[in-house]
């Protein structure tokens, strides 16, 4: 019999097609979150599983599970996972990165111009059938400039990176905080400085968040760092809810400490802060940064590749291509010895 695989999300027809070839693939065929009891049992079925993010794979949800060897995450983040956990149990874990970093760059990009020219409250205006008849004044509308100004980078990975390089074409000065610096030839093909976080807040126009979710970065911007940026200033969240303070930027929002926000992430999602949710200067999203066509079937692909080569089958057998904790690899060689 073959290995069996569960896929907890609906994927595109041909890429769980070239996963049946060499597995017993179970499929969810509609969206549906999944209780820790649900995954447990789900996932105490199966050799291999894909999930998403909306998945929490933990301690918990593995005990008692022997089957288990591999679990593909679909996205570059992985906080859904614990890995130690899975490092514990013997099971591989995967992530989807590289693929979807000049998608995620992109976006980015779509949510400082649409924030800080106001395009979506503009067309909400549009739609009411505001325009005619309102005598729109010459000064009605007024965002202000991209172009000339100053972004902020916080969390220099490779999709800080794809955001400093587009900006050379809107003529912006990029600074950038991370833990480490680049290497200077990086540094040059960006046109991106280092300063301190705090210079950072201080003097960014537009201050872009690309972080990793981690316990430390929890709440990284919060009231006390809002304070600290322009009141001109737009913020814009493409990595994890929960690295803002949700609440609080609300509060800046509203009160003026700040001019606009575009965010793709939330705390609590898909649940989204009920006071944003009301606010005029603000451009939400629903997760979509990584989802164009061609980047979500390239996550997909990607993910069913490291099980596929995780479990020993096709050209790269034994080696897939994005794994978080490849060590494990090395005890279940050790175990077959
Ligand atoms: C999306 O949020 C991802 O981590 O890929
Ligand atoms: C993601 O892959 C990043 O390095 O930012």
């Known amino acids: 019999a073959k290995p069996k695989v569960w896929v907890s999300r609906p994927l595109f027809p041909d890429v769980l097609a070239r996963l049946s070839e060499h597995f017993d693939v179970e499929a969810e065929a509609v969206e549906h979150r999944h209780t820790p009891d649900e995954l447990k049992r789900k996932l105490a079925g199966v050799d291999a599983a894909v999930v998403g993010l909306a998945d929490r794979v933990d301690a918990a949800v593995l005990e008692g599970n022997h089957r288990l060897k591999v679990v593909a995450n679909l996205g570059v983040g992985f906080n859904n996972l614990d890995v130690d956990a899975l490092t514990r149990a013997g099971i591989l874990a995967s992530n989807t990165p590289e693929v979807l970093t000049e998608s995620v760059a992109d976006f980015a990009w779509a949510l400082m111009l649409a924030a800080g020219r106001r395009v979506n409250a503009a067309e909400r205006w549009l739609r009411a059938g505001h325009w005619p008849g309102s005598h729109m004044r010459f000064d009605d509308w007024l965002g202000g400039d991209i172009h000339g100004r100053t972004l902020g980078i916080l969390g220099m990975g490779r999709i800080g990176q794809g955001i400093a390089r587009r900006a050379f074409g809107f003529d912006m000065r990029v600074l950038y905080h991370n833990r480490s610096r680049l290497p200077e030839t990086v540094e040059r093909e960006c046109h991106a400085t280092l300063v301190s976080k705090d210079e950072l807040l201080r003097q960014a126009d537009f201050l872009v968040l690309v972080l ?8 990284v911007i919060g009231a006390p760092e809002l304070a600290r940026m322009k009141r001109s200033a737009v913020l814009v969240n493409v990595a994890r809810g929960g690295i803002v303070d949700d609440a609080a930027l609300a509060v800046a929002l509203r009160e003026g400490h700040l001019a606009a926000a575009g965010l793709d992430v939330f705390e609590g999602e898909p649940s989204v802060h009920p006071d944003l949710m009301s606010l005029e200067n603000v451009v939400l999203s629903p997760h979509i940064a990584s989802a164009s066509e061609e980047t979500r079937r390239a996550m997909a692909d990607l993910a069913i590749d490291n099980v596929i080569a995780a479990m020993g089958f096709g050209e790269s057998a034994g ?19």
């Open 212 to 219: 990793p979710f981690t316990p430390e970065n929890r709440h």
């Open 319 to 337: 080696k897939p291509p994005t794994p978080l904790n490849p060590a494990v690899m090395n005890r279940w060689a050790a175990s077959k010895a």
